[in-house]
């Protein structure tokens, strides 16, 4: 019953910082920089339609050319599992764009990894992915919040 309240006490701490990408500023980015496709997919996703953002990237991702592209390409499929609730499909696309991802987004598909694996009660790979990111981007307050979250889960206070 304590470890259920604390798992959603934890949940809740998380949505309310804030995801890294609910961020507006992420989105501005992305429309600048990246393909239609990835574009199209991030409008859908802040729309709340997962479904169309995945019909959009379905294939389309593992084509393109480039490694930061392909990234961003799987961050984008990791959130929209992460909006249907489907977290171990969300994890492995999370792998993926952590995988081919070098650029300065690179900390923040660790952190969107961490939180991945944090909803399934996996503590310890979580601390190590949100350890990742906090060493990418030590300024990042998403990266420290969820940092003092897994602490206070695997320490049970």
């Known amino acids: 019953m304590q470890r259920t309240k604390i798992l959603v006490t934890t949940i809740g701490i ?10 507006r500023s992420h989105a501005d980015a992305i429309d600048h920089y990246q393909p239609a496709v990835l574009q199209k997919a991030e409008r859908a996703l ?7 953002a995945l019909a959009l990237l379905e294939g389309r991702v ?6 930061s592209m392909r990234a961003a390409g ?11 609730g489907d977290y ?5 696309a999370c792998d993926r ?6 650029n300065n987004s690179a ?5 969107n990894r961490g939180v991945m694996r944090l909803l399934q009660g996996k503590l310890e790979d979580a601390l190590a992915d949100f350890s990742a990111a906090a060493g990418r ?7 420290k919040s969820n940092l003092q979250v897994v602490r206070r889960e695997l320490t049970g206070e």
Do not use: K
């Open 14 to 23: 998380i949505l309310a910082f804030g995801l890294l990408w609910q961020s």
């Open 46 to 52: 802040q729309r709340g339609n997962p479904t169309e």
């Open 62 to 67: 593992a084509a393109m050319r480039h490694g």
């Open 74 to 84: 799987d961050d984008l499929i990791c959130r929209a599992y992460y909006q249907r």
């Open 88 to 92: 171990a499909a969300a994890e492995q």
């Open 97 to 102: 764009a952590v995988a081919v991802g070098s």
């Open 107 to 111: 900390w923040s598909y660790l952190n």
């Open 137 to 143: 981007n030590p300024s990042a307050r998403s990266v």
